[in-house]
Nanobody, 121 residues
Framework: QLQLVASGGGLVQPGGSLRLSCVAS????????IGWFRQVPGKEREGVSC????????NYADSVKGRFTISRDNAKNTVYLQMNSLKPEDTAIYFC??????????????WGQGTQVTVSS
């Protein structure tokens, strides 16, 4: 059974850090690029970051560049999103999604459940 399970969210103060994890099962993670997305209720889902299947290519939304870092450990079937210098506007539900292929330019074909990130003092 194909699964993507995101975790690591929580409540953090502005300027703080969180590390999100996306654990894959039911398929070979190393064959797919993985993206992180976020959504605030009432707003469109936003792409945050993506990493190619090998980890050799990454991209970031302008709003998170220099603060977030995506990485992956294919041996552990896990993709990470390290989030530093968090801002209140980073508050959202964060999702990971499987790309239809090895590169980030591909579309998404499977979504995991989300994990809530709240940045507030």
């Amino acid at each position: 059974q194909l699964q993507l399970v995101a975790s690591g969210g929580g409540l953090v103060q502005p300027g703080g850090s969180l590390r999100l994890s996306c654990v894959a099962s039911g398929f070979t993670l190393e064959d797919y690029a993985i993206g992180w997305f976020r959504q605030v209720p009432g707003k469109e889902r936003e792409g945050v970051s993506c990493i190619s299947s090998s980890g050799g290519s990454t991209n970031y939304a302008d709003s998170v560049k220099g603060r977030f870092t995506i990485s992956r450990d294919n041996a552990k079937n896990t993709v990470y999103l390290q989030m530093n210098s968090l801002k209140p506007e980073d508050t959202a539900i964060y999702f990971c999604a499987r790309k239809v292929g090895v590169l980030c330019l591909h579309g998404n074909d499977y979504w995991g459940q989300g994990t809530q990130v709240t940045v507030s003092s």
